[in-house]
């Protein structure tokens, strides 16, 4: 037995800006503390139908199949892919960031041959791409793409793309980690057959779920298989049986993690969601305009940003992990840092949920203003927050 | 969007002595409810190695690769097999509840050629049964087994099998998802080289993470490795590379369960794990006097009950639905129904981690006095309570 004596949880006070999680609503801390209810009592399997009602009205979406999955985002990833993904089975996938990278190696752990469309980071793939490659493939299952590359901050167009795959007969799957809850996602308008998001990015819940949804199409692909899903865990065709009407037991429902989603959810439908989508719109231009009235450059050109994740070039000199290090220590604001090619050259702020509010981004603009001097990086106090207040009052 | 208003979150209050989910210390709920850090804050990495610490514990082992799996405790399940068991392994499987079932199901996905062990649910299996099969086997890759099976009530011995395993150079895989920290475990002494729990039972936190422990054999199979692990999300490789010192990013993890985790285990640890194991067994056998005072069957002889759960034979002419659904509706009292075979003849009472406690066990009898005269089975009030009382404070 360790003689170590572990000390009262006190965790430092935290302004999260990164790529998520972002700082939870006090109504969703408190739902978190509610006492458990077991996951067959028939007051929970209530709790979870108007779960799942507010995660249809949150995908914009009519699909009977639409669960949270009991893992993180990378659960739901894994979940939309495996169900539908059998050996052999052609996936094209858009990979500009990580996300599309993993996409790619999880279709390829579950036995597809992988057609990746690669190009530069920070931009968005051409329609046209899609449509090269497509047209030179005998039969394609899925064509996969990242709605927002949170390693990059890039928004892909989704409709056009979703056309090409129908057209191809192929199921149009899109990974809505970044996007849900935060900029506009229709499924079923864009004709997406499997969509996933994350709980932690502007759902506004902690990390730990991932909302999924299946088209009739793509819950068709499940009934017609040719082998049982590898995993167990993530196999909707037994998950559907527990969160649908036969409430057939899988495995114990993570009972304190939906008691927030439910909650997260209940905020988005009072917000409205397009208030809300509209509001991380207004607060992403302030943060971009204060960053580049300080001189700044942001990496993705304005007609492709995600409003929920802003990647903003390290300038000359100046030290990543120092002015990182001192956001967290002397201001209590964490950012991310760049991921892949971007490591050490990016950092990535994220406005999501929450967090998406003024006096963050006045705060981290301000904090920024005294920390970039001191790297060599001149910037006149203020200039950053009064460009960022300025765009926010007019945006 | 839909019209349909939900409401606050206002569960009834219960007292949750099923299978699991057992009702939460106030503390455990308290630091659900904290802030969030995010997950390479370095306050976070210090709350993971603390978390690790105490995991190591409660397993009762000195290995390295101890880590919670970003699931519940079937997911727990699949990471332990999935990450050494490759196609055309032989894998044999004690099958004697749902959750052995459920082992050898998952196991058969991955591609292992299953051995099950099947016989009478509610009798541990021998270990000459083991002996038997193995000895007739060629080359044996995990040896696995349930410790407590939940479905049944059955508390497998587990050291002469562990013995039975080295011997034939066989990875030894013990389910301990309603046994860890509230039943003796010994993961190094009994030589299991891999290990898992559920935090949701006797651990004492939510649903939602599944403690899992590899020996330094286990770990080593996971380095030659001939494929790759086919779950990406449950691929240890991956994932010790977040928990152990290299902290590179795999998924975003659960902050709000780590939190609960780590609470519930510094609850542990001040209890004492000895003392906790105690309090399991003295309450359990305040439970068995009660019940059989007041003339019911225990389905699993004395010597053979894991003290967490209780499987009752529900008495002839008793509906079980009436009375399940009067205790929960009208005590707030929640136990478990059957699961296979002792579905609709059996129930299942939980005592694990804080729900633990004499006036549970108090309000359970005395509401089941009151409720079976109801369906023509006789009870004497009080003499199923007197009894409870006078075995707990005489074991």
New interface residues.
Partial sequence: ??Q???GE?N????I?L?P??A??HPRV???????????L????LE?MD?TV??L??TFRTENQLTIPI??????GM?AAI?NVVEPGDTVVVGVKGVFGQ?MA??AS??GANVVPLEGEWGRPIEPEEFERVLKGLPKVKVVAVVHAETSTGVLQPLEEIGRLARDKDALFLVDAVTSLGGVDTRVDEWGIDICYG?T?KCIGA???LSPLTFSRRAAGVLDSRKS???????DLSLLQMYWGGDRV?????????I??L??A??II?EEG?KERIERHRRHAVGLWAGLEAMGLKLLVPAEYRATPITTVQIPEGVDDAAVRGAL?QDFGI?IGGG?GPFKGTAWRIGLMGYSSRPENIIALLNALEQLLPKQGFEVARAVGIVAAETAMSGA
């Avoid at 965790?11 to 935290?14: C, S």
């Avoid at 049982?228 to 993530?234: D, P, R």
């Fill in positions: 037995m360790s170590k004596t572990v949880l965790p430092p006070g935290r999260l990164g998520g999680p700082t939870l801390l408190h739902a978190l503390s509610t006492p458990l209810l077991g996951h009592d028939p007051a929970f709790l108007e009602t507010l249809r009205d009991s893992g993180t985002g990378s659960a894994e495996c993993r190696e999880v752990r579950y994350g932690q902690p990390p730990g049982k899903v590898t995993s167990w865990y993530l037991y899988h495995h114990t429902a993570p009972i304190s993690m008691y927030s439910r909650e959810l209940r439908q969601l967290l964490e991921l």
